[in-house]
């Protein structure tokens, strides 16, 4: 029997869901052709709609950290509207997620790289999607 609840939950709509599809499209790019497991995956993903909000989250996040030199208002708002809880943490902002506090991510208040914001906005990506 197939169980696909543990006891982590959705931190936006259709997370859980959007991994595992993910992973079976890794899966059906490296399996046998015209096999029985190629056939079974590539049934999973066709069965299972892919309704998750990842893709407009992180273009949310992206657009509104494009150019950031600093927490402007608008900036701040826009990243509590995405779900982020921000802390003032020295000479860094600590953006927590919707409430999950495992994975923190780390915004410089005054970054010195105009690169910077380009490979927060990356290691976001990975750590959050």
């Known amino acids: 029997e197939l169980v696909l609840d543990g ?11 959007q ?10 790019e490296t399996s046998e052709q015209f096999s029985r497991r190629q056939t079974v995956v590539r049934d999973l993903i ?16 992206k657009q509104a950290l494009t150019g950031y030199t600093s927490m402007t208002a608008p900036i701040r708002a826009e990243l509590i509207r995405l779900g982020f809880v921000i802390l003032d943490d020295g000479k860094h902002y600590k953006l927590i997620f919707r409430g999950d506090d495992r994975f923190p991510h780390v915004l410089a208040k005054t970054p010195s790289d105009p690169r910077g914001i380009l490979n927060a906005i990356t290691d976001m990506k ?3 999607f």
């Open 7 to 17: 006891k982590e939950h959705d931190i936006y709509q259709g997370e859980r869901l």
């Open 126 to 128: 990975k750590k959050l």
């Open 19 to 28: 991994i595992v599809l993910d992973a079976l499209d890794k899966e059906l």
């Open 46 to 61: 066709e069965s299972n709609r892919r309704g998750s909000e990842r893709e407009q989250l992180v273009s949310d996040i």
